[in-house]
């Protein structure tokens, strides 16, 4: 792709009390860690979601770290760019103004909201990264994690896209579990709202590998592409060119010095 604007990664609900309910939990885990961290180095924004946290635990530590270190560097960008566009217009920016979104749940105002509200008539304050959304519904596309999306489908989307659906132009890569309930039914809501969705077979599944093959292969029925982590980097990445090659390369090395016949079966449920 050409640009990495208009992408994000949607971790959906890969907490501690699925560990050992889920089909080859681990390499789930560790493929939303890989992509988290190839998300970083891109400047892609990562979200999660969890599932009523209070009985089911919070996203495992592996994942947390890695979607913590993409919110670290997406505000950062994003404060860089408002110091910068601020210098041009000699006004300075007040960190006391960010709105703090990095957890919200179903019910509650989205951060476009907050946002419009703290700033009517003038630029919106930066929205800190969603690092992790508590919810209840399947499906990971609750009010907070919409809005946010529909603001990126909006920034990235080109003349021909505006006036479509609310997610025209907007890229989203989605891991998680389980494939034929959580990732499922938002993968499906994405796509009626006019979304391109990616689901890496590696970065998803169930907790019997026949609901995993058959949510697969639904969902590409449904207009999903059906892919790899492996492939997904390299889509985000675009061109050996792009000034993170070297860095997703390294990354893409020592995670295939790691995967194993785990891995590979998950990557199998696809064809299956």
Known sequence: ????????????????????????????AKSAAF???????????????EQVPEKLGHTVAEVASALSRNAAAIEGAKAAAAAAAAAVAGTDIDDSDDLDCEVDDDTGADCEDKASAAAPGGPAPQMKPLVAVAKSSFSMLVPAVRSRLAAMAREGQSAACAGGPSLAGLTVVLVGIESHVCVQQTACALLAAGARVLVPADGVSSSRPAEHSRALRHL??????????ESVAFELLGSAAHPAFRAVQRLVKARAAAMDAAAAALLAGSTA
């Not at 640009?3 to 699925?18: G, K, N, P």
Request: aromatic share 6%; glycine share 4%.
């Open 220 to 229: 590409s029925a449904r207009g999903a592409d059906v892919v790899s982590c």
């Open 35 to 49: 992509l988290a961290d190839v998300c970083t180095e891109l400047g892609v924004e990562a979200i999660a979601t």
């Open 1 to 28: 792709m050409e640009s990495t604007a208009a992408a994000v990664l949607l971790v959906c609900d890969i907490q501690e009390r699925f560990k050992d309910a889920i089909w080859h939990f681990d390499v789930v």
